[in-house]
């Protein structure tokens, strides 16, 4: 039985704006599925109708196995755990984690156990008895999951949680958030814009575009194999190409003719290569799937040089590769290869 | 007076800092604004302490700086030969009431101005703040006719009725400030925890709103005590409060001496609540002191 399943989900606000399309969504228990997607694109949207603070305008929500579509917050077995923490300002850290439990009346001595459990799980037992304006960011941040996590919910929602951390502690909460889930086993519906969380910490990958979601996938298959442009360019960086099939795998872009493992779908509209999949080959090598240009920009990265090239056709931007060991410097002629089972179609327009 | 204690500890710190640095701009400001404070208030309450305790059987004239003799004849005397514990009474008990009916009142208006967006809510916000720029004995007058006209002959409900309309704007304000501070994630939480009705009220509504029904309590409670036209238009001669009285005072019977007993007996309580009102604001919120992670 699912932990969480949300069938053709759409929400049209007051104001007549259509925030969510079609929605279908399945989440197993214990698992850790995110949902990514640009600002504005009804991630949070999701995240409430889910949790109960938006009535869905059609579709059904199970939670469980039990119909919740109609059922208010309080009496959904999710809990939220939300970007500005919205911890309680004048509650300590104590009395916070405790207040679901207590609203709820469970029992004293189980209400103690579960706080004595979580305060030790988050590592805040030395604050129990502050109030929350005097913890950092990421013990905040702590804070309100083990608030979350106190009423044993089914699901947990969270959104953007790390948006106000800086780059290094987001880095350390993430895994602390990730540790926490697997220890304890609870499922996880996790929203972000941020692909690199997206990709290092989910099981699943809903990408969302405009209130639909494009693909859904582990974090290996949304990235290796993006359905859509829109995918291939939101998670990682990619070259789309536009092409015209000429049968057999073989198809005519402005990069000249290539030849692709597997043929195009019918409804494709662009080939997509990743920047890491070329490799460079000598200037007079007679081969299928080379292509020719010149450097235009070169960034050394570390790891590898990220090199901007311009080929023949001048509309066509400039094409990304990144080239590790010694790279060709800016203004050399280069030629590279594109293997073939490199090459993957996708669909829809470029945004 | 906070500057003061504050400047201190860094000159302390760093004994060879240039005199000048002493004169920036904030400084002066302070030093202009203790000023204004010193001419303001309290050379005249200190006048008010000293002619209210002037002894009835000296004159306080030139050349003298300070009265010759001091006693507490006047108080007594004002005590005991006019009604000012009969307007004691009405004032403290009119002027709560205005001040909870007003806040009572104001609340639902603040509410929808904090909450929501709704076509003409410019106007009506400058609409809510019009009893401030009419002239309470313009509003007086006419107020009164039209409490007879109404068939209310109560002075009490009279004067309530009014004091609660000319007092709306400030309560109508400062509930907006303190509806507006209510964090709606925080309404959300409490939901989401499973939080009954009354227990998000007070963990999300009553820390952000305390302050301001505190506030919104005593500046009106302030201003109907100390208010006169209605008062005395609507309510005299059968219903005094204290400063009819003090009214009295002035023109052809004017005593300076029993004119600054009354308004010590209006002004000091005022000025205690007010101290308190501060002092309440300031720990009402834990939230806005300490830092953000
Ligand atoms: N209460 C609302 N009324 C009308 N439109 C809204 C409301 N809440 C959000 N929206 C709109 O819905 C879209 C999606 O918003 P949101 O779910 O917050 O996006 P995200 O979380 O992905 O950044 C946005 O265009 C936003 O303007
Ligand atoms: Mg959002």
């Avoid at chain 1, 502050?130 to 996590?149: C, E, F, I, M, T």
Wanted: glycine share 8%; net charge neutral; with cysteine.
């Amino acid at each position: 039985m699912a932990s969480l399943a949300a069938k053709g989900i759409s929400k049209v606000f007051e104001d007549g704006f259509q925030a969510l399309t079609d929605i279908d969504l399945v989440v197993e228990p214990g698992e850790f599925v995110t949902l990514l997607g640009p600002s504005g694109c009804g991630k949070t949207t999701l995240l409430k109708t889910l949790a109960g603070f938006y009535d869905a305008t059609t579709g059904t929500i199970e939670i469980g196995g039990t119909d919740v579509t109609a059922a208010p917050p309080e009496k959904r077995d999710t809990a939220m755990c939300f970007q500005s923490y919205a911890l309680f300002p004048h509650l300590t850290v104590a009395e916070n984690i405790d207040f679901g439990p207590r609203q709820a009346g469970v029992p004293k001595a189980e209400r103690r156990d579960r706080l004595e459990g979580l305060l030790r799980q988050v590592d805040l037992e030395a604050h129990r008895d502050k109030l929350p304006n005097r913890l950092s960011g990421g013990q905040q941040q702590r804070v309100a999951l083990a608030r979350a996590l106190a009423m044993r919910p089914a699901v947990v929602l969270f959104d953007e949680p790390l948006s106000n951390l800086d780059a290094k502690l987001r880095e350390q909460v993430r895994r602390e958030i990730r540790a926490l889930q697997k220890e304890i086993g609870f499922t996880a519906i996790y929203v972000t814009h941020d692909q690199s969380e997206a990709l290092a910490m989910s099981d699943r990958v809903v990408v969302m575009q405009g209130g639909r979601i494009d693909q859904v996938g582990r974090p290996e298959e949304i990235y290796a194999r993006p359905e859509t442009a829109f995918v291939a360019d939101f998670i990682g960086a990619a070259n789309l190409v536009p092409f015209e099939d000429m049968g057999g795998g073989r198809v005519k872009t402005p990069l000249g003719d290539l030849r692709a493992a597997v043929p195009p779908a019918g409804n494709a509209t662009f080939i997509c290569w990743r920047p890491e999949d070329v490799e460079l080959v000598e200037a007079g090598a007679a081969s299928e799937n080379v292509i020719r240009g010149v450097v235009r920009d070169r960034a050394y990265q570390g790891a590898h040089t990220e090199l901007h090239v311009a080929t023949g056709d001048a509309d066509l931007g400039l094409q990304r590769l990144h080239v590790a060991g010694a790279a060709p410097a800016e203004g050399a002629e280069v030629a590279f290869r594109l293997g073939a089972d490199q090459i993957r179609f996708v669909r829809g327009a470029l945004t | 007076m906070v500057s003061l204690s504050d400047t201190a500890p860094v000159a302390s710190r760093r004994p060879r800092r240039p005199a000048f640095r002493r004169f920036t701009i904030s400084n002066v400001l302070i030093a202009i604004l203790l000023l204004v404070c010193v001419i303001w208030l309290v050379v005249p309450f200190g006048m008010a302490v000293l002619w209210s305790l002037l002894d009835p059987s000296v004159r306080w004239e030139y050349p003298d700086v300070l009265p010759p003799a001091l006693s507490f004849a006047r108080w007594i005397e004002v005590w005991n030969t006019t009604s000012l514990p009969m307007a004691l009474r009405n004032s403290y008990i009119l002027a709560p009431t205005v001040a909870v009916t007003t806040l009572i009142l104001a609340s639902p208006t603040a509410y929808a101005f904090a909450r929501y967006d709704f076509p003409g809510k410019g106007a009506a916000q400058v609409l809510t703040l019009l009893p401030l720029v009419i002239p309470g004995f313009v509003l007086a007058i006419f107020f009164s006719a039209l409490i007879f006209s109404l068939g209310i002959y109560s002075r009490f409900l009279s004067i309530l009725l009014a004091h609660s309309v000319l007092f709306l704007p400030y309560a109508i304000r400062l509930m907006t400030v303190a509806f507006s501070n209510v964090r709606l994630d925080l309404v959300d939480a409490a939901r989401d925890l499973g939080a009954s009705p009354w227990a998000r009220f007070r963990v999300a509504y009553w820390p952000a709103l305390a302050p301001g029904i505190l506030a919104s309590l005593i500046i009106v409670f302030i201003q109907s005590i100390e208010e006169f036209a209605v008062a005395f238009v609507v309510g005299a001669p059968n219903f005094t409060t204290i400063p009819s009285i003090l009214y009295s005072y002035l023109g052809y019977n004017f005593v300076r001496p029993n004119a600054a007993v009354v308004s010590l007996v209006l002004v000091i309580p005022n000025v205690l609540l007010m101290l308190g009102l501060e002092r309440l604001l300031k720990s009402a919120n834990p939230a806005q002191t300490g830092v953000k992670g």
